[in-house]
């Protein structure tokens, strides 16, 4: 499938009852398989591909150049699954708005219910959301996030952003992996139909600009005003931050924060409270004046697809068919726990069979 950049225009509204009570059986049905065929860590890797994501968005008939189908398709999934019970290892937490403000407290009931300690996975939620609002100055806004947990640990974020001047979204995904490095390309992906002249500072090449910025915070606060007061009487041609975006009082208290915390690494930099989108870029204006180290404004969007659904694009859902399918999947995962796999091995001829006739 190519991999480049599609669009996800805001729409706005919810989705229709009849689908959304739908989605919700049949969402938890292709989850149910993909866990008992493959595993739970397999489940959560697919979750936080955009493109498996987006096909996923597909099947269960949502639009697929609208904002909503990351929001919706979240949302039916955390439904679905809370209907199966303890019967899946997964869990959805978060979601949209307010829900996304509940990811922690989602995630501490798992942790009772699967006798773990969740309180990391709720630092790492609180990270990723960090990064994508403070690291990647994109102009988007996060307004949904989701953590999607196994029991055995692994886990996925899906968050969205928006942008209400141009009334377009963009997602952010991310994967557990065990090199993972929250402040250099962390995303699995991120998708988005514009690209924009995007402050990256988790792109590789904004590795100088980090290190520049750690050797900042260690100068004496009094000569870190001074080197700000200096960038603001000559701001390069090329700047991304201005003297009215900061208080400049404010950011003189920043700077002894920053100075007294002892951060030794730029992630434990970008957790110390107070240091936002704004402190961030003017840290990275000054160290890229100062040392010479300037940062990325490589856009990490890259991704794109095309399928249909709820407005009838390229065609209406066939309400019948889709009962089928979850009527299918349900009757399949049915004869697995009895020990009769016949219609799931010939799912999964079909699947083979398929792959070999596209090529």
């Known amino acids: 499938m190519k991999r480049s950049v599609t669009s996800l225009p805001l729409h706005y509204g919810k989705a229709p009852a009849w689908l959304f009570e739908r989605m919700k059986p049949l969402s938890a049905a292709i989850a149910s398989l993909i866990v008992v065929e493959f595993g739970s860590r397999e489940?959560?890797?697919?979750?936080?591909?955009?493109?498996?994501?987006?096909?996923?968005?597909?099947?269960?008939?949502?639009?697929?150049?609208?904002?909503?189908?990351?929001t919706t398709l979240c949302g039916a999934l955390k439904e679905g699954l809370t209907l199966l019970g303890d019967e899946l290892p997964v869990a959805v937490c978060g979601g949209k708005g307010r829900a996304a403000l509940r990811t922690p407290d989602d995630l501490k009931s798992y942790g009772v219910r699967w006798a773990i300690d969740t309180e990391?996975?709720?630092?790492?939620?609180?990270?990723?959301?960090?990064?994508?609002?403070?690291?990647?100055?994109?102009?988007?806004?996060?307004?949904?996030?989701?953590?999607?947990?196994?029991?055995?640990?692994?886990?996925?974020?899906?968050?969205?952003?928006?942008?209400?001047?141009?009334?377009?979204?963009?997602?952010?995904?991310?994967l557990s992996r065990d090199d993972l490095d929250v402040t250099c390309e962390p995303h699995t992906g991120v998708t988005c139909d514009r690209t924009e002249n995007t402050l990256n500072l988790v792109a590789e090449e904004s590795g100088t600009a980090r290190d520049a910025t750690m050797a900042f915070i260690r100068e004496n606060p009094d000569k870190m005003n001074d080197a700000w007061k200096d960038v603001c009487l000559s701001m390069p041609e090329r700047h991304y931050i201005t003297p009215g975006d900061l208080d400049g009082t404010r950011l003189s208290k920043i700077f002894r924060v920053l100075h007294e915390s002892h951060a030794a690494t730029y992630r434990d930099l970008i957790q110390i409270r107070g240091v936002g989108a704004r402190t961030l870029a003017a840290l990275t204006l000054i160290s890229e004046i100062v040392y010479d180290a300037p940062p990325s404004f490589k856009d990490p969007a890259r991704f794109s697809f095309a399928h249909g659904g709820k407005d009838g694009h390229p065609f209406p859902v066939d309400r019948k068919t889709y009962d089928y399918s979850i009527s299918f999947l349900k009757a399949c995962l049915d004869r697995v726990k009895v020990k009769d796999r016949e219609k799931i091995d010939a799912f999964r001829r079909l699947a083979q069979y398929e792959r070999r006739a596209l090529g």
């Open 43 to 70: 489940f959560i890797r697919r979750m936080a591909d955009p493109v498996w994501f987006q096909a996923f968005g597909c099947v269960a008939g949502f639009d697929w150049h609208s904002s909503g189908l990351t």
């Open 120 to 174: 990391p996975f709720a630092a790492m939620s609180r990270l990723c959301a960090k990064v994508d609002n403070s690291l990647v100055q994109d102009g988007y806004d996060l307004y949904h996030h989701v953590f999607v947990l196994s029991q055995d640990g692994d886990w996925a974020v899906i968050q969205q952003g928006m942008n209400g001047k141009e009334r377009t979204a963009r997602r952010y995904q991310w």
